[in-house]
């Protein structure tokens, strides 16, 4: 089946929204800064088992809504996105995986709406009150100096869209170069290139971290089935992060790729793949 795309009002915002296949819904959320395309081995993967990939490019991002401001960008209006998202494509429950922000924003949404969650997957992603707590620790602070730099106005969208600024940060990171292919980095900077699409997908640093004290009290466990996958090899995000997750997500199983980076869906999509589909189960 071919994928199909959309827009979708989700209430305060349009979302664009791509699609592959049918079947049980699995709602894959991209991280920075990335859009959509960045589920494609996913995707295929998916529909070959049965299963309805849903990849929306979140607020913000590629030819999704751009709302004006920081606040615009806390965690609650994108939770708000997803459910309206789920109700206008008609699911009640759906599978969600997400990666770097789309983790953090899939880890907060299993955590307030369980009852919309069948089952959770995070890629390099950590808990919000893991990611809070780590920016106090001297080796993380270190890894996250980017997140102090994006807080800067104009400076870091300069840095953002320069030439050759996704080249570096895609392919300069990933532990398999042939993975991110010309073709496929260009995707992105078209992506990030719309108009306004660099500050708002900075806003989503900008907003968490101006509302980092919400991020330090506890959030709801998260009862859903949950498997972390973890690229070793993650320049930004130390696997300290994972210390303690099974406190706040009991139900989780944690499997990490030595040979892959923080872009690891794509840096090894067999593995992750065949992990997802494992985890998942049958789509029927």
Known sequence: MARSEQFVDVGEVRLHV???GAGKPVLLLHGFPECWYSWRHQMEALERAGYCAIAPDLRGYNTSDKP???RAYRLERLEADLLGLLAALGHSRAHLVGHDWGGVLAFSFA?????RVEKLVVMNAPHPAAMARGLLRPSQLLRSWYIFFFQLPLLPERQVLEPHFMRRLLRGMAVDKSRFA???IAVFERALAQPGAATAALNWYR???RDLRSSLRPLPRIEAPTMVLWGEQDQALGTELLDGLDQR???????RIAEASHWVQQDAPEKVNRAL????GPAN
């Open 18 to 20: 791509v699609t592959q």
């Open 68 to 70: 004006r401001g920081v």
């Open 111 to 115: 955590a307030h709406h369980p009852e």
């Open 182 to 184: 010309d073709s496929d």
């Open 207 to 209: 907003a968490a971290f």
């Open 249 to 255: 997500v009991p139900d989780v199983r944690i499997l």
């Open 277 to 280: 589909l494992d985890f998942l």
